[in-house]
């Protein structure tokens, strides 16, 4: 069994045109991200591309491309179709990682790897934290996920959920989560979820990994050991990496 990371890089992007090549610190963001996810326990890095200059950024710093359709409607379609391009096994684990997560520790991605390893019956895997703040609890852009006794995702929501009736919503639970959206599938998982298509409560929440919920399969949540700083998203966003990154 073969661990891939794959790193979905779409160059169009309304709020941040060009988004995987925005400087950090003298390098593309998505070359920032590439070399974090290298140093995980994967067994191979690909970033998936829809646009030259984008690939020729990867390459130029050691990493491999895999040039993809402009055409797919979410980050997972794009990982398929490297999977297929590069005739992965069905029994493979292929890890999902943002393109614009270029503060993404490499920890919190080898924790996702092993669970799979160690769980060879799960087919999908993501990540979650506790909650700090009471204004990410109520930020529909903040992903909230609850998951049973057993780790399997109950439900994910843009929502505050579960909502505190007690305090009318003012009063941050203590099972508050917020979804850290790095997916881990076997390869023969990854097809299935494509499969299924879009589900009604993903269109309504506008989040992919509802299908999964939808059609009743379980998808294991491990909460993550280190803190997953948030992704690039806004100028704001992309203000706030560059500046960890200045002299």
Request: glycine share 6%.
């Amino acid at each position: 069994m073969t661990i891939h990371i794959v790193i979905p890089a779409r160059y169009a992007s309304s709020r941040l045109p060009g988004k995987p090549l925005a400087d950090i610190g003298g390098k593309p963001m998505i070359v920032r991200v590439a070399r974090q996810a290298a140093l995980s326990m994967a067994d191979s890095v690909v970033v998936a591309v829809d646009d030259e200059r984008v690939a020729a950024a990867v390459t130029a710093d050691g990493w491999q491309a895999e040039m993809t359709r402009s055409d797919h409607v979410s980050g997972s379609d794009r990982v398929m179709e490297v999977a297929e391009l590069r005739g992965w096994s069905d029994e493979d684990i292929v890890v999902n990682v943002q393109g614009d997560e270029p503060l993404v520790p490499s920890s919190v991605i080898d924790q996702l790897c092993q669970g799979m390893l160690d769980q060879p019956d799960v087919a999908m895997a993501t990540l979650s934290e506790p909650l700090q703040h009471h204004a990410d609890f109520l930020d529909p852009n903040v992903v909230k996920v609850v998951a049973n006794e057993a780790g399997l995702a109950m439900l994910f929501s843009r929502a505050p959920i579960p909502y505190p009736r007690e305090s009318a919503g003012k009063a941050l639970p203590p099972q508050a989560a917020r979804h850290v959206g790095i997916y881990g599938f076997r390869v023969a998982a990854l097809r299935q979820f494509i499969g299924l298509g879009e589900s009604t409560l993903e269109r309504t929440e506008m989040l992919e990994q509802m299908r999964w919920l939808q059609a009743g399969l379980p998808l294991l949540v491990i909460e993550a050991k280190q803190r997953v700083p948030g992704g690039v998203d806004t100028p704001a966003d992309l203000a706030r990496v560059q500046a960890l990154f200045s002299p």
